[in-house]
């Protein structure tokens, strides 16, 4: 059995990163209109997990992206938009209409915020491809055999339980492999209630190494306390660094296994302006980042582009304190760039903003 770690890897060890989950369609009103007023949008393509294989392979990571979609034009226009990036795309599946019979792709429409109007997203992906498909038919095995890093989010099993029950096995599964385990709880409570998301939330913890979002609800249950686990006040939006650093502590108390925990902090002033910071557990210690304001031109996408940072900057040995602020860094960038994912090809680039260097790059 393999163990490699790539906590611990060093700077020049090859790595291999894959994650799985829908790819949606994405249909925006160009100059922030709204739908009920647009008469045209602007096409893309992302999805939570889609999101970080893109990010991390224009950083220069190996990564693959495991998916369903319809075997038609869409599902394809999917699949080139991420091959685009260097994405390797060998495992997905172009489903028939026998295998989901719907079988269509996912869409989402975005209202882009300004000022004091916020962003609102609207979802039209039930019956979407991966939801219908059968995923018991999947080899897990085969799939992830030989990759190093393996990242799942919390949306995908909220789509159906074939996709519940396939993200809990791979992470089963990948355990085994010794494979280093990320998730994301990302609750969405459009697909699923909360207390769905926290029992399922649950099962998972125990099989996750690199944990992001502790979310100001508990996405664990508390055998005690069903309703609100260890905190009666649940975890504050803002909190201080003692707040932080208590909670962690009692999250790791309870998960041992857990060797990094992140989220990141949001400070609104408006809907085209917001500030960013995080905190993060390593190595027994509660790091705090610096605080990064900036203006949004999309905000779509800003959480994973925080988690891409953290894991390349844990791919590439970083000190704790460069880790948390690349991470922030990463996210901040993220909401100057149209789109889903964090396209920025250099590392340098992130690395300029962590250390707030706005010069011109030349």
């Not at 693959?64 to 999917?78: C, E, H, M, Q």
């Not at 990320?182 to 099962?203: I, P």
């Not at 990463?330 to 920025?344: E, F, L, P, Q, V």
Request: hydrophobic fraction near 35%; charged fraction near 25%; glycine fraction near 6%.
């Amino acid at each position: 059995m393999k163990h490699f770690n790539p906590l611990i890897a060093a700077n020049n060890s090859p790595q291999k990163f894959i994650t799985m989950g829908e790819i949606m369609l994405r249909l925006t009103p160009p100059n922030y209109e709204k739908v009920r007023t647009t008469s045209t949008f602007e096409a893309s393509y992302g999805g939570a997990e889609a999101n970080i294989a893109m990010a991390l392979s224009n950083l220069g990571i190996d990564s693959t992206y495991f998916t369903i979609v319809p075997d038609n034009s869409l599902g394809k226009s999917a699949i080139r938009s991420l091959r685009s990036y260097d994405v390797h795309c060998t495992p997905v599946i172009l489903a028939e209409p026998e295998d989901a019979p719907t079988n269509r792709l996912g869409t989402y429409y975005l209202e882009t915020g300004y000022g004091i109007r916020s962003s609102k997203v609207i979802y039209d992906r039930k019956h979407s491809a991966i939801s219908e498909y059968d995923l018991s038919r999947v080899n897990i095995d085969e799939l992830i055999d030989g990759y190093d890093w393996l990242h799942l989010s919390g949306i995908t099993p909220a789509l159906s339980q074939s996709c519940a029950d396939f993200i809990l096995n791979c992470m089963i599964k990948a355990k085994e492999k010794g494979i280093t385990v990320s998730f994301d709880g990302n609750f969405r409570s459009l697909l699923w209630s909360w207390e769905e998301a926290r029992d399922y939330c649950t099962k998972c913890l125990p099989y996750v190494d690199v944990l992001f979002g502790i979310e100001p609800y508990h996405l664990w249950k508390d055998e005690e306390n069903h309703s609100k686990g260890d905190w009666k006040d649940g975890v504050p939006l803002q909190p201080s660094y003692e707040q932080q650093d208590e909670i962690f502590q009692r999250f790791i108390e309870r998960y041992p296994n857990i060797k990094c925990i992140a989220r990141h902090v949001r400070y609104a002033h408006s809907g085209s302006e917001n500030s960013l910071k995080a905190f993060m557990w390593y190595k027994d210690h509660t790091f705090e980042s610096k605080l990064f304001r900036f203006n949004i031109l999309d905000r779509v996408g800003g959480g994973d582009a925080f988690a891409s940072g953290l894991i390349y900057a844990m791919m590439h040995n970083y000190k704790p304190m460069d880790m948390i602020n690349f991470a922030v860094a990463s996210s901040a960038i993220k909401h100057t760039i149209r789109g889903d994912a964090n396209t920025t090809d250099s590392a340098d680039t992130i690395r300029s903003l962590m250390n707030m260097n706005y010069d011109i790059q030349r």
